[in-house]
């Protein structure tokens, strides 16, 4: 596939999203470039901002096989990835498998239950395979996490841990609709009965796992230069030595965000990346991965002006 074919699909994508969501174009943009980059992506945001409503319409887009869990405090590792239970017709054991077996997976309020049961995803998000009863099972090379968490403000909620939110390509802030925004959903959802379906909105497929997997091919053929590398390194190793910053990013950061960078150049129909690819999807990928220092939290400081200090603060290659 072509740089301009990858440009299109990802075009064409968008249009069909847009029949059953209003606005949000920037989350599209960022499940698009996760989706070609082989990343994981985690929505933040108060209740009823559409972020079910995107995974379901963006993987019916994409035309991808879906499958959603509903965590809850009650939720446990085995409810995740499957077991093996025993099979008194034949005597032996056959493996249940657990809804983790999907190509897009909807992880819906993640952060509603207990960490030892969001660990059931660590091994799945990181080399895409389960382990049960020592047993190794593959997952596919398209396998894809969406997470939607509510604002740790509110109650019910656990912390994801740092290894959890370290495998989040992007953390994305889904906040109100515009006057304008909020005005067409009301307008258009508020006479639907079937809100979730992606195909009473009219949107359809715009490829397959084969079209998904020629695409990924090309963006990891995009060209990436020494100096936009010298660039992602200074901005990851720069969040290691900001004085507002207890942690640092990780050095996988930067793999992830070389391939972001990639798959935004081939979005925007281009074979090389620019700096600008880098400084435009750094935020998304730097906020969850960064924790602030007491000083630094007692006086009020955000992670979201740190990281923008620390791009600001790197000259980008011309």
């Not at 099972?137 to 370290?166: C, K, R, S, W």
């Not at 020629?214 to 100096?227: G, N, P, R, S, T």
């Given at each position: 596939?072509?740089?301009?074919?990858?440009?299109?699909?990802?075009?064409?994508?968008?249009?069909?999203?847009?029949?059953?969501?209003?606005?949000?174009?920037?989350?599209?943009?960022?499940?698009?470039?996760?989706?070609?980059?082989?990343?994981?992506?985690?929505?933040?945001?108060?209740?009823?901002?559409?972020?079910?409503?995107?995974?379901?319409?963006?993987?019916?887009?994409?035309?991808?096989?879906?499958?959603?869990?509903?965590?809850?405090?009650?939720?446990?590792?085995?409810?995740?990835?499957?077991?093996?239970?025993?099979?008194?017709?034949?005597s032996s054991f056959?493996?249940?498998?657990?809804?983790?077996?999907?190509?897009?997976?909807?992880?819906?309020?993640?952060?509603?239950?207990?960490?030892?049961?969001?660990?059931?995803?660590?091994?799945?998000?990181?080399?895409?395979?389960?382990?049960?009863?020592?047993?190794?099972?593959?997952?596919?090379?398209?396998?894809?996490?969406?997470?939607?968490?509510?604002?740790?403000?509110?109650?019910?909620?656990?912390?994801?841990?740092?290894?959890?939110?370290?495998?989040?390509?992007?953390k994305q802030k889904?906040?109100?609709?515009?006057?304008?925004?909020?005005?067409?959903?009301?307008?258009?959802?508020?006479?639907?009965?079937?809100?979730?379906?992606?195909?009473?909105?009219?949107?359809?497929?715009?490829?397959?796992?084969?079209?998904?997997?020629?695409?990924?091919?090309?963006?990891?053929?995009?060209?990436?230069?020494?100096?936009?590398?010298?660039?992602?390194?200074?901005?990851?190793?720069?969040?290691?030595?900001?004085?507002?910053?207890?942690?640092?990013?990780?050095?996988?950061?930067?793999?992830?965000?070389?391939?972001?960078?990639?798959?935004?150049?081939?979005?925007?129909?281009?074979?090389?990346?620019?700096?600008?690819?880098?400084?435009?999807?750094?935020?998304?990928?730097?906020?969850?991965?960064?924790?602030?220092?007491?000083?630094?939290?007692?006086?009020?400081?955000?992670?979201?002006e740190v990281v923008?200090?620390?791009?600001?603060?790197?000259?980008?290659?011309?």
């Open positions: 596939m072509k740089v301009e074919e990858v440009q299109s699909l990802g075009t064409a994508i968008r249009q069909e999203i847009a029949k059953g969501v209003v606005g949000q174009e920037e989350t599209v943009e960022l499940l698009l470039v996760a989706l070609l980059s082989g990343g994981h992506i985690l929505l933040e945001g108060p209740p009823g901002t559409a972020k079910t409503l995107l995974a379901h319409c963006f993987a019916h887009a994409v035309g991808l096989d879906f499958g959603r869990i509903q965590f809850t405090p009650d939720l446990m590792p085995g409810d995740i990835i499957g077991a093996n239970l025993f099979d008194f017709r034949t056959t493996l249940t498998r657990g809804p983790i077996f999907t190509d897009l997976l909807l992880a819906d309020e993640i952060n509603r239950t207990p960490p030892k049961t969001q660990a059931a995803l660590l091994e799945a998000m990181q080399e895409r395979q389960v382990t049960i009863d020592g047993q190794t099972h593959d997952l596919g090379h398209h396998f894809m996490v969406v997470a939607t968490q509510n604002p740790i403000e509110q109650q019910g909620v656990y912390p994801l841990p740092e290894a959890q939110l370290d495998r989040f390509l992007f889904v906040g109100y609709p515009t006057a304008e925004e909020e005005r067409k959903i009301v307008a258009s959802h508020g006479a639907r009965e079937t809100a979730m379906d992606p195909v009473a909105w009219g949107v359809e497929r715009k490829a397959d796992a084969p079209t998904i997997a020629k695409a990924m091919a090309a963006v990891a053929a995009i060209k990436l230069v020494d100096e936009v590398i010298d660039y992602v390194t200074s901005l990851i190793r720069g969040t290691r030595s900001n004085s507002d910053l207890e942690c640092g990013s990780s050095p996988r950061a930067g793999a992830m965000l070389a391939g972001a960078a990639r798959a935004k150049a081939a979005l925007d129909g281009r074979d090389f990346v620019i700096p600008d690819d880098v400084k435009a999807l750094a935020p998304a990928l730097l906020r969850h991965r960064l924790i602030l220092n007491p000083a630094a939290e007692i006086n009020g400081r955000q992670v979201e923008m200090e620390i791009i600001e603060g790197i000259e980008a290659p011309r």
